[in-house]
């Protein structure tokens, strides 16, 4: 019997669905402790009166097979909105069906239909399979950029005015 997937927009009812992916991503990515997220903050902030992501869900037969969480950004040198890939994350027994490249097509076609000028997102530099995926569907990596981080206390130290 063939199977089928189906790609769409994520509800509030798929919020744990979303934190259960999010976590599965992190154990996949040798972090399992590190994905904190819970229900209450995917459903604050991605569905709110002014959400800070989106998110697509693809199902398999009617089972929940990954997710693909993105956002926007502004590129100042193109004068023009980018869509961000923060995660996509395709669940083990669904890999290899194709799941994967739906979700980028429709990401793809969502930056073009908010007239993005790119489509961009981040790979650790371990993950083979992922950056074979990226490449295979026409990515450049951009190897002279370094991705750049504050957080915890260090954050809380730059943002006190010094006195």
Not at 33 to 43: K, P, S
Request: charged share 25%.
């Amino acid at each position: 019997m063939p199977t089928q997937t189906l790609i769409r927009e994520a509800t509030t009812a798929d919020a744990p669905e979303i934190v259960s992916l999010v976590r599965e991503l992190a154990a996949y990515e040798h972090e399992p402790t590190a994905a904190i997220l819970t229900v209450e903050d995917i459903l604050r902030d991605g569905f709110g009166p002014a959400p800070y992501f989106h998110c697509l869900i693809a199902e398999q037969d009617g089972e929940v097979a990954a997710f693909a969480l993105y956002f926007f950004q502004y590129s100042t040198w193109e004068g023009r909105p980018t869509l961000y890939l923060e995660d996509l994350f395709v669940r083990e027994r669904f890999r290899k069906l194709g799941i994967g490249k739906g979700l980028f097509q429709c990401l793809a076609r969502i930056a073009l239909d908010r007239n993005c000028t790119r489509f961009q997102w981040e790979c650790l530099d371990w993950n083979k399979p992922g950056l074979d995926f990226y490449e295979a569907n026409g990515a450049k990596v951009l190897r002279e950029w370094l991705n750049l981080r504050i957080t915890g206390e260090d954050l809380k130290a730059l943002a006190t005015p010094e006195k």
